[in-house]
């Protein structure tokens, strides 16, 4: 595509940093000629094929070696595709993402476009650690964050879920911002429909990670308001202060979605760390159950709740606004049934399962379309 007519065409890369309800829109073009492949199955978007590329029986037989199966695996995604093809990866399988970075970074097997949904490269920076083949070896976290850095070089496009993490990736990684673009996240829980059951008497919160439970703890301190949380890991509850009108569970799926369905609203505490957010899905669910969200985070909250319409917003770590947003909703049942409803029909326009997946596939053609790798 030339220069000229790129510029001409409305729905490109840019104009979707700007606006990526651009994705959303019936009249978004068929694109032609571009192949998408992927190590997922994206089935429930038919009208959009990705070629489900399989392991191979040579990566089945080091399936007990990680790192093994998964660079047979990355070289089979390269042999089954061309440079026309885009390659999707989710970047939560870090040695996969890690594998095709390399490939692409020393193209034996040719450049391909790489494009990364989810992108967990936070979760590999954290941990100084030497590894099991090479223990004379010390691996820094300045040398990881050099190596992440180039790998997500290799990336064309990184999706990443809160509009602020396009900034502080770019800035922390000291690469282009073209590297990063933002899409909101989705509603699992979509996929099937909202539970039916009865209101209950209590407010709920729940997951693992980065959940700041000392500032819920704080908020509901003295209250008598009766909090549910639901944390499956065991060092995350035995953190959890113990208060008379608190109870703390484990709560898997779909218990846990039955927990959001059936509280008064739900409140997602959130600490300030890191690049990355993490309660995006959260905030997503728990609207999709038609529950009012208060999401105590600094980070994403705002690309998801509309404040003072289907939730609020408060800065991560604030106790005191807290308590006020939670006492307000509590002593309001008819604020609160409203926002509940405002908040599903905010998730059935925006973060569907389905209209997440269509958006992600399109923005993946789009971006093999453009042509707009490094």
Not at 10 to 18: E, L, Q, S, T, W
Not at 96 to 118: E, H, Q, S, T, Y
Not at 259 to 288: D, H, T
Request: aromatic residues 12%.
């Amino acid at each position: 595509m030339s220069e000229n007519s790129q510029r001409n065409f409305k729905y490109d890369i840019d104009n979707v940093r700007k606006n990526w309800r651009l994705l959303d829109d019936v009249s978004f073009p068929d694109i032609k000629g571009i192949k998408l492949v992927s190590h997922e199955k994206f089935a429930s978007v038919p009208e959009i094929p990705v070629t489900y590329i399989s392991p191979g029986r040579l990566a089945v037989l080091f399936k007990k070696i990680s790192a093994v199966y998964w660079f047979i695996y990355a070289i089979r995604l390269f042999v089954l595709s061309d440079f026309r093809t885009v390659i999707i990866v989710n970047g939560g399988n870090t040695i996969l993402w890690f594998c095709c970075g390399v490939l692409n970074a020393f193209p034996i097997l040719g450049k391909r476009k790489l494009f990364c949904w989810d992108v967990f490269v936070e979760y590999i920076l954290g941990t100084e650690k030497r590894p099991w083949f090479f223990p004379f070896i010390k691996i820094t976290t300045k040398r990881k964050e050099k190596l992440a850095c180039f790998i997500l070089r290799q990336y064309g496009l990184n999706v990443l879920w809160s509009s602020k993490q396009v900034t502080t990736h770019a800035k922390h990684f000291n690469l282009p911002e073209r590297h990063f673009i933002f899409l909101p996240f989705k509603a699992n829980h979509s996929k099937r429909e909202t539970y039916d059951i009865p209101m209950g008497n209590f407010i709920f919160a729940g997951g693992n990670g980065k959940r700041d439970y000392n500032c819920l703890i704080e908020a509901v301190r003295d209250t008598e308001i009766p909090v549910v949380i639901s944390a499956t890991d065991p060092v995350v509850r035995k953190g959890i202060e113990p208060l008379p009108n608190v109870m703390v569970i484990g709560a898997p799926e779909p218990a846990f979605g039955q927990l959001q369905a059936a509280s008064r609203f739900v409140v997602i505490p959130m600490k300030y760390s890191g690049l990355k957010g993490g309660g995006e899905a959260n905030f997503c669910n728990a609207m999709w159950h038609k529950k009012p969200v208060i999401g105590v985070d600094s980070i994403s909250a705002e690309d998801y709740i509309d404040d003072g319409e289907t939730g609020y917003v408060v800065k991560a770590g604030d106790a005191e606004i807290l308590r006020k947003r939670i006492t307000t909703l509590w002593e309001n049942p008819i604020l609160c049934h409203e926002m509940g409803q405002k908040g599903r029909r905010r998730v059935e326009m925006y973060f569907t399962h389905y209209k997440f997946i269509r958006r992600l596939l399109r923005l993946a053609l789009l971006y093999g379309h453009m042509n707009n790798d490094n």
